[in-house]
């Protein structure tokens, strides 16, 4: 829809759906939900069934080429024969008959029936919704669901101009996803590089067993990581609760090891 430029007539149509006119009766018939405009795979098959004349095994398998879902250029060439052989023999002018085959094949490639479109509105709008009343809430999940069209630091990002104080992780205050303390988020440890999860959750665990921190001597002697976990931690300023600089914790770190 958006490569035949229908996207933006939909748009029109729909708010003023006085001042458009169907290109031929059979679009009226068929595609006035959409006003006109084919939006699902299955209007595909209505159009060049309806209008065309192609049988329904016929228009499915167009509709499959469409979609990628099944490439033979030799059958998509004689569908394409026989839709414009179609069309001349039922008496419609060569550009109709051009104009509707070019909406046709913008549906080539990527495209959705009706129910998968249904289904992706409805989360739309729960997204939409949440990230309007619950913004900073709905980022956290966007952030521990690892997916998305944008890297994490983008959602992070947009966390922050949403109002959020962003925190790196803590071994004070962070676990093992990210979460959120009123504005305050706390980036989770899975975030971090070459940190196993093991050494994540026995950190944590320790912690709500035993109680915070106090120092990098009180955590090595209360939690088993390797020198290399407990490198990634400190490198991070998971222990700035100390009040000791980086260059600080690692001296300490080879003191007491």
């Not at 222990?239 to 000791?244: I, L, P, Q």
Request: aromatic fraction near 14%; proline fraction near 3%; hydrophobic fraction near 40%.
């Amino acid at each position: 829809v958006a490569k035949s430029g229908m996207m933006r007539e939909y748009i029109q149509r729909f708010h003023r759906p006085n001042d458009f006119e169907y290109i031929h009766p059979v679009f009226r018939e068929h595609l006035g939900e959409t006003f006109g405009v084919m939006v699902y795979q299955e209007d595909v098959m209505k159009i060049v069934h309806h209008f065309a004349g192609l049988d329904l095994d016929e228009s499915d398998v167009l509709r499959r080429i469409m979609t990628g879902k099944k490439k033979s250029s030799d059958t998509f060439e004689r569908l394409q024969r026989k839709y414009f052989e179609n069309c001349r023999a039922r008496g419609y002018p060569d550009e109709l008959a051009e104009e509707v085959w070019r909406q046709v094949a913008s549906f080539s490639g990527y495209s959705f029936c009706k129910a998968h479109s249904a289904s992706y509105a409805v989360e739309s709008f729960q997204s939409l919704y949440l990230k309007t009343y619950y913004p900073l809430e709905f980022m956290v999940g966007v952030i521990n669901n690892f997916g998305g069209f944008y890297s994490t630091e983008v959602y992070v990002h947009e966390a922050r101009m949403q109002g959020a104080s962003i925190h790196p992780p803590c071994v004070n205050r962070s676990h093992w996803l990210t979460h959120i303390e009123g504005t305050d988020i706390f980036l989770g440890f899975v975030h971090l590089q070459g940190m196993e999860r093991q050494a994540g959750m026995a950190l944590i665990a320790e912690r709500k067993a035993h109680g915070p921190y106090r120092s990098l001597v009180d955590f090595t002697s209360r939690v088993d990581v390797t020198p290399d976990q407990l490198d990634i931690l400190i490198r991070i300023g998971a222990f700035r609760f100390t009040g000791m600089s980086k260059y600080e914790l690692m001296w300490e770190k080879a003191r007491v090891g």
